[in-house]
C-alpha cells in the first residue's frame, strides 16, 4: 500500500485508534461502576453512554478519512465538504433520535448514562490534542514545488557558471558594458 497523498491521514487514523482503545477502557469502567451504582440498568447506562461518545466522535474522523479518498479528484473540494457535512448531518440526527427514544426508558440511569457520554467525549477530546500535539504535520502539507523545466529559460541566454564580482548575482541577463579605447564621451548639456 502506497503511502497515503494527504497527510492528515495518518494524524486521524492515530486518533481513531487511541480513541477505540480508550472506549474500550472507559466502557470497562463505566460499566463497573453504573453496575455498582444501579445495577443491571446501570451497567446497561454506562455502556450505552460509552459507546454513543465513541459513535458520534468517530463520523466525523471516519467522514474525512472517506472524504480524502478522493484527493487530486477535479471535485475534491466538494466532495469532501459534501461528505463530512453529510457526517455531520448523521450525527445530529441520530442524537436527536436516539435522545428522543431513551428519555423515557425506565432502564436507563439518567445520571450514570450522563456521566459515560461527558466522560467518553473528554477521553476523545484529549486524546486528539495528544495525537496532534506529537504528530509532526508540515506547515505547508500536500504541496510539491516545482522543478526547472526546459522552458523556463529564455532563448539564447547562457548562465554564468561562476558570477563575476562586479556584478551582482541573478543580473546576467545585463548586457556588460563596452569600453570605448577611444576614451570616454562627453555628454553634451541638455537644455
Known sequence: MSPSPVSSNPILRKTLIWSAVSMVILALVAGAIGLLVGGGEGLISGLLGVV???????????????????????????LFFAIVLGGWLLKVGLFVVIMIVLSGQPWIEPMVFFLSIVTGVVATLVIDVIVITRMRLPNVSDASLPTEAPTDRAPGVELPTVVPEDRAPGRHHIVPETHDPEGPVEETPRS
Do not use: K
Request: charged share 5%.
Open 52 to 78: 454513543l461518545a465513541m459513535l458520534f466522535l468517530g463520523i466525523t474522523a471516519l467522514s474525512i478519512l472517506i472524504a480524502n479518498r478522493w484527493f487530486g479528484d477535479p471535485l475534491y473540494v466538494q
